[in-house]
Structure formats: C-alpha cells, structure tokens
C-alpha cells in the first residue's frame, strides 16, 4: 500500500483510503508557474447523468479536477488564481452544502473541514456563494482559463458542464480573454509523480488478484461473464470502485473482435480466452491483456501464436525509454510484427517486400497501436507526437488476431518511463506460458 495513504476510511466516502494531500498540493503548485500573468484558472465537476425516469448513472469525477484536489464529490468548483493579491484567495473550492434531506436521502456531502484535510485547500465556500465570488475575482483578472475534454478519442455529443459553464463566462464576461486549460493539464498529467505510480501500482497489483483469482476458475461450460463477476468481486473486496474500463473477455472468435465487450458467451473446449482488463484505483486506472486456453493447456498452434506476440511484447518494452519518438517506435515494432508474421506464415516475404507501405500487411492481423498514456484515464491525456520523457506510463499492448482460425492473442502490461529503463508495473503477473498453465491446474 502507498506510503501517502492514511489509514482509515476516507472522508468522502469513497471506498479507497484517504490519499495525502500532499499529492494535491504538489499538483497545484505545478499549475501555478503555468498560467499567464494574472490568469484564473476555473475547473467544474463532471455531472452527474440521468438515465431513465429518476434514474442516474453511477458518478465519476472530472480528472482534472480531481487531479488538483482530491475532491471526489459532485456539483464542484475549483478556482486557481496565482497572482491574486489575497493569498487566501489563489486556491478556492466551492462545494454543495449539505441540508436536511440530503443528509436524510443521500448522506452527508463534505464539509469545509474535510475538503481542507483532503485538498490541503484552506479557503472552502458553500456553491450558493460562486456567482457572487467568480464576479469579484474575475473582474482582478486579465484572463480565464476554463477546461474542455480536448482528446483525439473523444467522440461526445453531450453538452458539459464546463461546455455550459463557458458559455456563461464568455455572455457575463465578454472582455475578458478566454484561454484553455486542458493543454497545460495535459502536459502536467503525462508526468506521474511518486505518489501517482504508487495508486497506479496498487491498481495494477489488484489486477494481479483478480487474474489469480480467475485462472483456476477457467474451465469448459464457464460463461464469460461468470469470469467478469469473479474479477469485479476480487476488485470490490480491495477498495476498488471497479473495472477501470468495460472488460473484454472474448472466447473464441470474439478474442479476434477488438472491443467485444458482450461477455456473454459459454468458453468451450479448445478455445483460447483473451481477457483485457483492470482495476480502477482511487480513480487511477490499470489496463491488463492476458489470454489463456479455457482448458488450462495451449494447443501447439497457440504456442506458437502467442510465443510470437510475447516476443514483441519484450522487445516492444525495451523501447519505453526517454527520447523515444512514437513513429519510430511503432515503425520498429510494425517490422517486429511481419517477420513474426512471415514465421507463423500469415504472410509471404516477398509480398512485404512489395507491399505498399502506406498500408502495411501486417495490418491485417495486427490492426490497432501498440501503446497509449495510463493514469485518471485508461487512455491517459498526453500526445502521440511528443517524445517519452521519465515519469510517463504507457501499456504495452501487441496482438496477432487470425480470424479464420478463431484465434486472437494479445498480451498487455503497463510500464513506467525511467532513466533507469523501463519498469513494468505489471510483472509480478502471471505471463509465461508454463505459469499460466500451471496456476490453471491450481
């Protein structure tokens, strides 16, 4: 467990335990040499969504925010503001006051001392006082920072409450300079800090229990979402919140479809299982591939398969070092994957000699990138353009996907960038064909 935890319940009744507020304040004190001049920076909670009738979905934090202050509740407001003459008035939160009957029908929300404890943030308003304040500290400002879910894979049509809340500023304030946030929040997220790969550790160590957990369950007749119920118990019983991301557990010829996430199917004898999961952590996200044979011993052909994929895998990870280029190291891994793709016969030599090379051969069987940012987010902000710098956390991720013989192998881990080399987060996990099978017969 962290060394930045305390141990006891935390105060905002979340299920994983109270994380420092030191890590907050350190984030906050990155931001400050960020802004510009006289800037204010103004970061919204995530809403909460309806569903049907009254019905909501389960809440979940805006990651920047959470990111600054550890506040992991509802209808939340942060402002920074480094240059303003008031000390007490650079760091403020607004929150959701609790009355009667959300106290009686929801429990209650936090109060001024307890985000202090959590955020380290001294200065805590009710959210009834935010127009009245926003107005007063504005009007000191030369320019706004506001946030927006800037992502290559965002792809929502739901307007947010940072979309609503800048339409707002932009009428009441239209003087003023709007600038974006989420470029600098990118920057400062992609490097994790030690107390940062220390929750990220925790998660991937509880995705570690939940693969032991699972492997000597895996027999001919289990249904795939008996599996998705073992792991989302183990995760529970460990002060996670749950599945990072939706799991893929694909038998069959779903361990060919890259995002199968019906989980519905009986895994039958002789079939191979890839499971691509993880545990979410205070927030924090783990991301693991394993595949296994459902009756605990691979087939010479899945051997042979998946010998291949580790291969690239190692050697993929040996790349996840300072100064690495993106393009270069997916180039180097796309001419890895065709010449284990000409052993095993997928493809033929001389049609890679002669392929265009705008569209790869080994596309086909290896169809999507070999890694992406880990941290708040499965798919962690940062950019593919930027070189690898220590402190970032990537996954490594290859696959050979054979849909005419029903055979789909990826293997994934995550790895920290250091100086020292990479660290792979993930290798006390079970990988190796023999452990694999031995903890099947378990």
Known sequence: MSNFTIFELNSNKMKYLQISSKLFVQNRQKIFSKLSRNGIAILNSNDIMPTNADGTMPFRQNNDLFWLSGIDQEESVLIIFPDHPNQNMREIL?????NEHIAIWEGEKLDKNKAHIISGIKT???????????????????SIYLNENIHSRAASDVQTRDDRFKIKICKNFPN?????????????RAIKSKFEIELLQNACDLTGKGLRRILPLIKPGIMEYEIE???MHEFLSNRSNGFAYQPIIGSGFDSCVLHYIDNNKECKDGDIL????????????????????????Y?????????????????????LTPGTKFKEYNKEIGRMMELELINLKLLDKHDVMKQNLKKPLYKKYFMHGTSHYLGLDVHDVGSMEWIMKEGMVFTCEPGIYIQEESLGIRLENDILVTEEGPQDLMKNIPIEIEEIEYLMRS
């Open 94 to 98: 607004f929150l959701k006051e609790t």
């Open 124 to 142: 805590v308003f009710w959210l009834d006082e935010l127009d009245n304040k926003l107005n007063e500290l504005i009007s000191e400002a030369d």
């Open 176 to 188: 003023k300079k709007i600038l974006t946030v989420a470029p600098i929040m990118h920057e400062l």
């Open 229 to 231: 119920a073992e792991l």
């Open 274 to 297: 890839l499971m691509d999961f993880g545990a979410e952590y205070a927030n924090y996200a783990s991301d693991l591939t394993r595949t296994v044979p459902v009756n605990g011993k």
């Open 299 to 319: 087939t010479s052909r899945q051997k042979e398969v998946y010998t291949s994929v580790l291969h690239v895998m190692k050697e993929a990870t040996k790349m």
